[in-house]
């Protein structure tokens, strides 16, 4: 699973590209809003089908909520984008939605030693580092980094429960959102940024159990089919997703292009 809700400020106005020999998208520069004392969050959003045609009437500073989108990360440029969804634009009233949702494979065991994968503040805080591989198609697979922090005395620990809990190819469901921190290097005095996924919640899977014998499966319930429902919202339909990908096409699109994100912190993060 790979799903992004989002809300967003166009930071230029949107223009069309070509992915590939027959098709074209709409791509932009999107702002996130700041989650509590973060950074705004940069990264490029590409539009396809019949979402682009509505999103290439919109212009810069325009606020838009961003629905179902997939979430690609290039490990070469360590950048982020988003990819489809449905788009609405909204107004200043609309609440802000940051919230992604991934499945796959943990990467790495996570060292207790290594302070860059796991530490205790003098504050108090507990943090831990993961990376989870989430398939792509094509036998390929995104990297997302992501991370827990909470107090020690926090009721659900979820620093401690990756530290214990989570493996090399552990699998795991997150729900969480992007965050960003920006600062300035100490050496060079240039600007900074590292856009991360901030854990909110998580389900490991299943233990398989080697002794458990095989059941089918069977309805427990019958519906009716030739039942009507009343109408709803004046008979208006649920917009459809134009996303290529959901087309057998093999997997998600690959990433179009590199791009550089504009990115406050003394030091760098954690």
């Keep these: 699973m790979n799903q992004a809700f989002v809300c967003a400020q166009i930071a230029e106005a949107p223009r069309e590209v070509y992915t590939s020999a027959t098709s074209t998208a709409i791509r932009c520069q999107i702002i996130l809003p700041p989650?509590?004392?973060?950074?705004?969050?940069?990264?490029?959003?590409n539009v396809y089908g019949k979402a682009a045609e509505k999103f290439r009437s919109l212009t810069k500073n325009n606020l838009v909520?961003?629905?179902g989108a997939k979430?690609?990360?290039?490990?070469?440029?360590?950048?982020?984008?988003?990819?489809?969804?449905?788009t609405g634009q909204v107004t200043e009233a609309f609440p802000i939605f940051n919230t992604i949702i991934l499945s796959g494979r943990c990467v790495k065991d996570i060292d207790q030693q290594d302070q860059r994968a796991f530490k205790t503040t003098a504050d108090g805080l507990m943090i831990c580092n993961q990376t989870l591989a989430v398939n792509t198609g094509k036998n390929q697979s995104d990297l997302f980094n992501f991370y827990a922090i909470n107090s020690t005395q926090d009721k659900l620990n979820q620093a401690e429960l990756l530290l214990n809990f989570t493996r090399k190819g552990t699998g795991l469901t997150l729900q969480g959102r992007l965050v960003t921190d920006a600062w300035t290097d100490k050496e060079t005095k240039e600007r900074r940024a590292l856009t991360k996924i901030q854990l909110v919640s998580m389900t490991l899977a299943p233990r398989a159990n080697s002794g458990a014998i095989e059941r089918e499966i069977t309805p427990q319930t019958t519906v009716?089919?030739?039942?009507?429902?009343?109408?709803?919202w004046g008979?208006?339909?649920?917009?459809e997703s134009s996303d290529p990908w959901t087309q057998a096409s093999g997997g998600l699109p690959d990433l179009p292009g590199h791009y550089t994100s504009t990115p406050e912190l003394e030091e760098a993060p954690f």
């Design 35 to 45: 989650v509590g004392n973060k950074a705004p969050t940069h990264l490029e959003y």
């Design 65 to 67: 909520y961003i629905h």
């Design 71 to 86: 979430l690609r990360f290039d490990l070469e440029s360590k950048t982020y984008s988003l990819h489809g969804g449905i």
């Design 224 to 232: 009716n089919n030739e039942s009507n429902v009343a109408g709803l």
């Design 235 to 239: 008979g208006r339909t649920a917009e």
